[in-house]
């Protein structure tokens, strides 16, 4: 495994609401045109096919976390949010060489069909928009999806880190950025089993679970190197890691490694600070 050298990263550049709309728009559009290009290449939902029995990876995430300076009522609104998403895509089927996407399958949020008023983020800094919260159903699938050999073709993750690591569970920077339509999670299925991804929430949790049609053949574990955090020359500090899949073959026991992704994050806490306060918290 490699080590990340120093990295330089600019101040963040400050963009006019007006270019940030009509650029936002301009990539919507564009989006659309390639489902309708790409139409027959993307996966079905069929919540009654029942032929993925063998299960390959489970994974939950809390539903409500009390952040600093977030408006409870914004991570009730994400509970609605999620359901309706949920309705989109659970039961969704993917054979060999079919694509993924959430966007595809979920649509546009909008007041009209029930969307709710969530936490977004918007340049690093915490805002609300409707439809607020489904990150949080991007960040399960996608690390559902890394242990599997399902090939993820567009991820994208915040440039910004916003919180601190209170009760984080899965390493920094292994999550799934969504903002519709052009800021999407989409993978292909290059193997020739098929998979089925189950999604249900709870009182407490949001549910993953992806199935194939074939036994698991290969034990997975996604690995953290290189994390560190560095003073940039404006003043600001910036985090940064490499992930890792490794992927044990269960027959031979053969070990394969690759590089998922390399990751560089502007950080809008000061980090000592915030180590300290997660310490006392704990005592």
């Known amino acids: 495994m490699e080590n990340i ?10 963009r006019s609401k007006l270019r940030l ?53 914004l991570q009730y609104n994400k509970i609605t949010n999620l359901r309706l998403a949920i309705e989109k895509l659970n039961g969704s ?8 996407s959430i966007w595809q399958k979920v649509g546009r949020p909008s007041q009209k069909r029930g969307f709710l008023e969530g936490l977004s983020l918007h340049n690093g800094q ?5 439809g607020g919260g489904l990150c949080q159903l991007g960040n399960l699938i996608y690390w559902i999806v890394l242990h599997s050999d399902l090939t993820i073709i567009e991820r994208w993750r915040h ?12 390493p920094f920077a292994c999550g799934a950025t969504l903002s519709y339509n052009y800021v999407d999670l989409q993978l292909i299925n290059k193997t020739n089993s098929t998979y089925r ?9 949001l549910h993953g679970e992806l199935l194939a049609d074939t036994p698991l053949s290969n034990h997975y574990e996604i690995l953290e190197t290189d994390h560190r955090i560095e003073q ?13 899949q490794r992927k044990t073959h269960l027959i031979d026991n053969h070990v394969e490694e690759k590089l998922i992704s390399e990751n560089h994050a502007i950080m809008m806490y000061t980090p000592f600070i915030a180590n300290n306060e997660d310490e006392l918290k704990k005592q």
């Open 126 to 130: 915490i805002g609300k928009d409707i």
């Open 197 to 205: 991804l189950n999604l249900w929430l709870d009182d407490q949790y």
């Open 93 to 100: 089927i993917i054979k060999p060489n079919q694509r993924f």
């Open 21 to 73: 709309k009509l650029g936002k728009e301009y990539f919507i559009l564009k989006r659309k045109f390639d489902w309708w290009r790409h139409r027959n290449a993307y996966c079905t939902v069929d919540i009654n096919n029942n032929t993925c029995c063998y299960s390959h990876k489970k994974h939950q995430s809390v539903l409500l976390r009390q952040l600093k300076d977030v408006d409870m009522y």
């Open 232 to 244: 940039q020359w404006w003043g600001g500090y910036t985090r940064h890691n490499k992930i890792w």
């Open 5 to 14: 050298q120093d990295i330089i990263i600019d101040k963040p550049i400050k």
């Open 159 to 170: 440039s910004f880190d916003v919180f601190p690591d209170i009760n984080r569970t899965i």
